[in-house]
């Protein structure tokens, strides 16, 4: 199976580098046949210097037998036009979008085989896996659509940046808190692979058939909610989204659009709040009618979540998943 790494680089050279160094080292044991590309969104604000030394470090990584495509862009594109970019260019049968601060070095070759062998069913399209920090805390990596909760969740980032007196007493409503916090699967095994409605863009695995066929990551979003809207092309295409925890990758997390403090500071002086913000309004308005409704069936009857998990022991058409009592499109 052909397989293409997509990294998008902005300004984070010896994060790339150091990324793709690590999964070189799992790749020489694994059978598949692998490709990376770096789109360098942050090409033309750097000196020549800086070009040659990032691509002298790549340049060496793939003299050792693993390929790497430099892409230069002229202007920065954003996440999402940037991973477009780079699957063009490609002919691979899987494409893996990798963000510059993750890392290989907990990632079990076995499990990376385990992970992409769940490709050989042909409706599965999207596949992420269990995410971990440094010090191998677990992060919330899966998410459900439910359409209030991501309505709501700039509250979330709003506890990250510092909430204001008001915000706090939005948390003493228990009903608006949990609605907040259930775009994360409480209670969801993470020694487990199950269907879920969509996974972290920091590490996703997309077979390139589906990729292609809905025109790649929505460009709209310059940055952030592109996994999400994926995510749910696939359900409103019947594909399957799965989160498969066999397969563990170390993540960074550097949250850039939380690093300044204050609800106006962020939005003002930091540009990935901004985006993160303009993400959502384009979602928000996008899937629509998944909120309206959302609305009408919680007034009609009660909403409820349940899960049942992977057997491997039955053939996959017979699985039941993770899903919501409504329905979408």
Same mark, same amino acid.
């Given at each position: 199976?052909?397989?293409?790494?997509?990294?998008?680089?902005?300004? #984070?050279?010896?994060?790339?580098?150091? &990324?793709?160094?690590?999964? $070189?080292?799992?790749? *020489?044991? =694994?059978? %598949?046949?692998?490709?990376?590309?770096?789109?360098?969104?942050?090409?033309?604000?750097?000196?020549?210097?800086?070009?040659?030394?990032?691509?002298?470090?790549?340049?060496?990584?793939?003299?050792?037998?693993?390929?790497?495509?430099?892409?230069?862009?002229?202007?920065?594109?954003?996440?999402?036009?940037?991973?477009?970019?780079?699957?063009?260019?490609?002919?691979?049968?899987?494409?893996?979008?990798?963000?510059?601060?993750?890392?290989?070095?907990?990632?079990?070759?076995?499990?990376?085989?385990?992970?992409?062998?769940?490709?050989?069913?042909?409706?599965?399209?999207?596949?992420?896996?269990?995410?971990?920090?440094?010090?191998? #805390?677990?992060?919330?990596?899966?998410? &459900?659509?439910?359409?209030? $909760?991501?309505?709501? *969740?700039? =509250?979330? %980032?709003?506890?990250?940046?510092?909430?204001?007196?008001?915000?706090?007493?939005?948390?003493?409503?228990?009903?608006?808190?949990?609605?907040?916090?259930?775009?994360?699967?409480?209670?969801?095994?993470?020694?487990?692979?199950?269907?879920?409605?969509?996974?972290?863009?920091?590490?996703?695995?997309?077979?390139?058939?589906?990729?292609?066929?809905?025109?790649?990551?929505?460009?709209?979003?310059?940055?952030?909610?592109?996994?999400?809207?994926?995510?749910?092309?696939?359900?409103?295409?019947?594909?399957?989204?799965?989160?498969?925890?066999?397969?563990?990758?170390?993540?960074?997390?550097?949250?850039?659009?939380?690093?300044?403090?204050?609800?106006?500071?962020?939005?003002?002086?930091?540009?990935?709040?901004?985006?993160?913000?303009?993400?959502?309004?384009?979602?928000?308005?996008?899937?629509?009618?998944?909120?309206?409704?959302?609305?009408?069936?919680?007034?009609?009857?009660?909403?409820?979540?349940?899960?049942?998990?992977?057997?491997?022991?039955?053939?996959?058409?017979?699985?039941?998943?993770?899903?919501?009592?409504?329905?979408?499109?």
């Amino acid at each position: 199976m052909k397989i293409s790494l997509i990294y998008i680089n902005y300004h #984070l050279d010896s994060e790339v580098v150091s &990324s793709i160094e690590s999964f $070189s080292l799992i790749a *020489k044991s =694994l059978e %598949h046949e692998f490709t990376v590309f770096v789109v360098d969104n942050s090409f033309a604000e750097r000196s020549n210097t800086e070009v040659q030394a990032l691509t002298a470090r790549l340049l060496s990584i793939s003299k050792t037998g693993f390929p790497i495509r430099y892409i230069p862009s002229d202007s920065n594109i954003g996440f999402g036009a940037g991973c477009n970019k780079a699957a063009r260019m490609s002919n691979a049968d899987i494409f893996m979008f990798v963000n510059c601060d993750t890392s290989f070095h907990k990632t079990d070759p076995n499990s990376f085989l385990s992970f992409i062998d769940l490709f050989k069913y042909d409706n599965v399209s999207i596949i992420g896996p269990k995410v971990v920090n440094e010090v191998g #805390l677990v992060h919330s990596s899966c998410f &459900s659509f439910d359409p209030i $909760s991501i309505l709501l *969740k700039p =509250l979330r %980032h709003i506890r990250k940046v510092g909430a204001t007196p008001f915000t706090r007493s939005l948390y003493q409503y228990h009903y608006l808190k949990r609605r907040i916090d259930r775009i994360t699967y409480e209670g969801l095994s993470k020694h487990t692979t199950c269907r879920v409605d969509w996974v972290s863009g920091c590490f996703m695995a997309v077979r390139s058939t589906f990729f292609n066929s809905v025109d790649g990551f929505d460009q709209r979003y310059f940055l952030y909610f592109e996994d999400i809207d994926i995510c749910r092309k696939a359900r409103q295409l019947n594909h399957i989204v799965l989160f498969d925890s066999r397969l563990t990758v170390l993540h960074q997390a550097r949250h850039q659009s939380a690093r300044r403090k204050g609800i106006l500071r962020s939005i003002i002086f930091n540009s990935a709040a901004r985006h993160h913000v303009f993400s959502w309004l384009s979602y928000c308005w996008k899937w629509k009618y998944d909120f309206w409704q959302k609305l009408l069936l919680s007034v009609t009857h009660k909403d409820e979540k349940s899960s049942v998990f992977v057997d491997y022991n039955m053939n996959f058409s017979e699985f039941s998943y993770f899903t919501f009592n409504d329905t979408f499109d």
